[in-house]
């Protein structure tokens, strides 16, 4: 565990949250007295990519809407 001072973390917040992201936990002393300890969250998960292309083609099977920006929003929520 790492550890830093109160004015580590008020002066050099970008290096400590640093540590923090790539997992490291860090106990914050105050005049040598550890008082918190800040850890990351929880390992982050990443979401499998969109495939943006097929899903506009299953919205929209007939190809892109004719008109403006309202003709779309209408034909979209189904106001056509």
Known sequence: MKTATVADLRNNFASLSKWIYDGAAVTITK?????????P????????PIDRLSRL???????????????????DRGDT
């Open 31 to 39: 005049r040598g007295v550890p008082f918190a300890t800040i850890t």
């Open 41 to 48: 969250v929880r390992a982050r998960k990443t979401a499998p």
């Open 57 to 75: 083609r299953k919205m929209f099977p007939s190809g892109p809407v004719k008109g403006d920006a309202q003709d779309v929003m209408d034909y």
